[in-house]
């Protein structure tokens, strides 16, 4: 079936590492996504990354896929306040000729102080 | 360069009838995509437009439908609306279509809400 799974929450210290992780169901996906959602503010891409890649380096952001186990996950060095969100991890699912792009439910990253 | 535009912003509509959103895409971006998100929940991917053709549909019914013009704008079209139809319409244009992995760029919504 299609399904992306994520933790709900994360609560972290400002300054820590936080480590946001997701399961997804597709084996072919090309392509793994992570967006960011603010209160009131759209949907932005953060980073993302292809399927023949294990790591993907950012700045502050480090992506890591596992393909074997179909687990993907999201960590931000040095989180700050202004990360607080949440994140959302999404894969393009194939199906036959029609392709998809499935998400999780999201992940609300709490910092604090 | 403008970015993605939604009209309108808010929505109320009553059960039965039937809806028109509209999104203008980034300059330059070929590429459509429409999602409903719920509250609380992730987008759900409704489908995409590439050039005028519908180049990928989520899991929805037929009375959700869409349009993209030669200036590839966008409408989505839902008929018999239900309460469960009642979430946050995204919109996204991109420079290609899901299968090259292009950036998509979020519109800020149209909020419907069915009574």
């Known amino acids: 079936g299609e399904d992306v799974e994520q933790s709900l929450f994360l609560s972290v210290r400002e300054g820590d590492s936080s480590v946001i992780n997701c399961t997804y169901t597709?084996?072919?996906?090309?392509?793994l996504y992570w967006y960011k959602q603010e209160p009131g503010a759209g949907l932005q891409l953060l980073t993302y990354?292809?399927?023949n890649m294990d790591m993907k380096q950012d700045q502050r952001l480090t992506v890591l896929l596992n393909k074997k186990d179909k687990h993907l996950s999201l960590r931000i060095a040095d989180t700050q306040t202004g990360d607080s969100a949440i994140y959302f991890c999404?894969?393009?699912?194939?199906?036959?000729?029609?392709?998809?792009?499935?998400w999780g439910l999201g992940t609300s990253l709490a910092v604090n102080p | 360069e403008t970015g993605v535009t939604q009209s309108p912003t808010h929505l109320i509509k009553t059960r039965g009838q039937q809806v028109t959103l509209r999104c203008s895409s980034q300059?330059?971006?070929?590429?459509v995509s429409w999602y409903q998100q719920a509250l609380g929940q992730g987008p759900q991917f409704i489908f995409q437009y590439y050039r005028e053709e519908e180049n990928g549909r989520g899991n929805f019914p037929p009375r959700f439908s869409g349009l993209q013009f030669p200036n590839y704008s966008s409408e989505l079209n839902v008929n018999a609306l239900e309460l469960d139809d009642s979430a946050l319409y995204l919109c996204?244009?991109?420079?290609?279509?899901?299968?090259?992995?292009?950036?998509?760029?979020f519109g800020p919504g149209t909020r419907l809400t069915v009574t």
């Open positions: 990354i292809f399927s």
């Open positions: 999404a894969e393009i699912f194939n199906a036959g000729n029609n392709r998809k792009l499935i």
């Open positions: 996204a244009s991109s420079l290609g279509s899901l299968a090259g992995g292009y950036e998509q760029y």
């Open positions: 300059s330059g971006h070929n590429t």
């Open positions: 597709d084996s072919s996906s090309t392509y």
